[in-house]
């Protein structure tokens, strides 16, 4: 059987390898001038690979529609790709989190895993190769569609099945600009609304994050509320960071794939109040908290408010919290009444950030939204729309949160389109 894969990312490498592996002729057609480009920047450029957890996990980690890839992740699991890896001389590490890295820290060596493997089974790639369109023929005495090749810089080269891996919209200069969508719906599919998810978030109070640009909170609690419902959306322990805009990191990142999904929202959330509470010393309860503070003021009793919390605080945080409290910095510690200490420790328990939106989609790790699952047949990736047509990776309406589990569905769902 002849199959063509389009897109080079690392579910169309996948879906390519898979398939080749069971005997077919491949061609993997990539628009870009090498492979795995957004694979690259994955993990600050490490690749955080997978994830250690059982493969039930990934399903909860997994708030845009996690049980359609049941099947997907039973085909192809976390310890298969690290057995991938493995078999093309890469060995790998576990770190903080439960993520799966390679033990060189450099994704360019997970790349080079799939570029290899790809060379030893005879796939033919073909770069710089923007696909135009899909041709379909109608089965006859049937209203369903059958693929017979792609229109490709203006040439047609005919196939038996067709793979579209070419991504979502997110960090477009790595080739994910959208085109998938494009062909997927001039065949009838229906793309979902298509929003930025695991997308840092801006702030109203621009002035104090530009303050603390650059300060990362390695083990603080945060809370998402909707003050009009006065509603949790996302709670989450770990790390954050401050930007110019805003808020980053592995737990916002996180947050923002519940809040793209929270109900009515629009992306500056001009219909939503929503409010980021930040515990600064989740590992104190507010009366042990109350006790270091006290321990703190007695060593320092005769000293300026303003320069008694280098010990509890990050040098940034410390006159942005003093000014949360509205009490004096000039005033001595010894001063200091006990109402005065209760708001240090509500501040310290209740940081408040107020959210304005997210970043545009070009600065999302991943799109939510996408082809519509139930146009797909959830155990080969099949449309259910064209014969011979099949979807991977993040082309399709799933999407997880950080940690590596994006790139298992890369993985999962393009062996499992490659194989079926």
Same mark, same amino acid.
């Given at each position: 059987?002849?199959?063509?894969?389009?897109?080079?990312?690392?579910?169309?490498?996948?879906?390519?390898?898979?398939? =080749?592996?069971?005997?077919?002729?491949?061609?993997?057609?990539?628009?870009?001038?090498?492979?795995? #480009?957004?694979?690259?920047?994955?993990?600050?450029?490490?690749?955080?690979? $997978?994830?250690?957890?059982?493969?039930?996990?990934?399903?909860?980690?997994?708030?845009?529609?996690?049980?359609?890839?049941?099947?997907? %992740? *039973?085909?192809?699991?976390?310890?298969?790709?690290?057995?991938?890896?493995?078999?093309?001389?890469?060995?790998?590490?576990?770190?903080?989190?439960? #993520? /799966?890295?390679?033990?060189?820290?450099?994704?360019? +060596?997970?790349?080079?895993?799939?570029?290899?493997?790809?060379?030893? &089974?005879?796939? *033919?790639?073909?770069?710089?190769?923007?696909?135009? *369109?899909?041709?379909?023929? +109608?089965?006859?005495?049937?209203?369903?569609?059958?693929?017979?090749?792609?229109?490709?810089?203006?040439?047609?080269?005919?196939?038996?099945?067709?793979?579209?891996?070419?991504?979502?919209?997110?960090?477009?200069?790595?080739?994910?600009?959208?085109?998938?969508?494009?062909?997927?719906?001039?065949?009838? !599919?229906?793309?979902?609304?298509?929003?930025?998810?695991?997308?840092?978030?801006?702030?109203?109070?621009?002035?104090?994050?530009?303050?603390?640009?650059?300060?990362? &909170?390695?083990?603080?609690?945060?809370?998402?509320?909707?003050? @009009?419902?006065?509603?949790?959306? %996302?709670?989450?322990?770990?790390?954050?960071?401050?930007? !110019?805009?805003?808020?980053?990191?592995?737990?916002?990142?996180?947050?923002?794939?519940?809040?793209?999904?929270?109900?009515?929202?629009?992306?500056?959330?001009?219909?939503?109040?929503?409010?980021?509470?930040?515990?600064?010393?989740?590992?104190?309860? @507010?009366?042990?908290?109350?006790?270091?503070?006290?321990?703190?003021?007695?060593? &320092?009793?005769?000293?300026?408010?303003?320069?008694?919390?280098?010990?509890?605080?990050?040098?940034?945080? /410390?006159?942005?919290?003093?000014?949360?409290?509205?009490?004096?910095?000039?005033?001595?510690?010894?001063?200091?009444?006990?109402?005065?200490?209760?708001?240090?420790?509500?501040?310290?328990?209740?940081?408040?950030?107020?959210?304005?939106?997210? #970043?545009?989609?070009?600065?999302?790790?991943?799109?939510?939204?996408?082809?519509?699952?139930?146009?797909?047949?959830?155990? $080969?990736? @099949?449309?259910?729309?064209?014969?011979?047509?099949?979807?991977?990776?993040?082309?399709? +309406?799933?999407?997880?949160?950080?940690?590596?589990?994006?790139? *298992?569905?890369?993985?999962?769902?393009?062996?499992? =389109?490659?194989?079926?």
């Amino acid at each position: 059987m002849k199959v063509i894969v389009i897109g080079g990312g690392p579910a169309g490498m996948m879906a390519a390898i898979s398939s =080749a592996e069971n005997g077919n002729e491949v061609i993997l057609l990539e628009k870009m001038q090498s492979l795995g #480009r957004k694979l690259l920047i994955t993990g600050k450029g490490r690749c955080n690979i $997978t994830s250690s957890l059982d493969m039930q996990d990934f399903i909860k980690n997994t708030p845009g529609n996690g049980m359609f890839l049941y099947s997907c %992740y *039973q085909n192809f699991t976390n310890q298969d790709i690290i057995k991938f890896l493995k078999q093309q001389g890469l060995e790998v590490k576990e770190e903080r989190g439960n #993520r /799966i890295f390679p033990i060189t820290d450099k994704s360019q +060596d997970v790349l080079k895993c799939f570029t290899k493997r790809l060379k030893e &089974l005879n796939v *033919q790639i073909y770069y710089n190769s923007k696909v135009e *369109q899909i041709i379909v023929e +109608d089965i006859e005495k049937s209203n369903i569609k059958q693929v017979i090749g792609v229109k490709v810089n203006d040439k047609i080269i005919n196939a038996d099945k067709i793979i579209l891996a070419t991504g979502g919209k997110s960090y477009p200069l790595t080739g994910s600009t959208g085109d998938g969508y494009n062909l997927a719906k001039s065949l009838g !599919h229906t793309i979902t609304n298509i929003k930025p998810s695991l997308v840092p978030l801006e702030s109203y109070n621009k002035e104090i994050c530009k303050e603390l640009q650059g300060l990362s &909170l390695r083990n603080s609690e945060i809370k998402l509320i909707d003050l @009009e419902n006065n509603k949790i959306i %996302y709670e989450d322990f770990g790390e954050m960071l401050f930007t !110019h805009f805003g808020v980053s990191g592995p737990t916002i990142l996180s947050s923002s794939a519940h809040l793209v999904r929270y109900k009515n929202i629009d992306e500056k959330l001009k219909n939503r109040k929503i409010l980021l509470k930040i515990d600064l010393k989740p590992a104190l309860s @507010e009366e042990k908290l109350n006790d270091r503070i006290l321990r703190d003021f007695e060593q &320092l009793k005769n000293k300026k408010f303003k320069n008694s919390l280098d010990k509890l605080l990050p040098q940034k945080l /410390i006159p942005i919290v003093i000014s949360k409290t509205n009490i004096n910095p000039e005033k001595k510690v010894n001063e200091i009444t006990k109402e005065e200490r209760k708001k240090i420790i509500y501040v310290l328990k209740n940081f408040e950030v107020e959210i304005k939106g997210f #970043r545009p989609i070009e600065e999302a790790i991943i799109t939510s939204g996408g082809i519509n699952i139930k146009e797909i047949n959830p155990k $080969t990736m @099949e449309s259910k729309l064209v014969k011979g047509l099949y979807f991977a990776g993040e082309i399709i +309406d799933v999407d997880s949160y950080t940690g590596g589990f994006n790139l *298992q569905i890369a993985y999962s769902t393009g062996y499992t =389109a490659g194989k079926a």
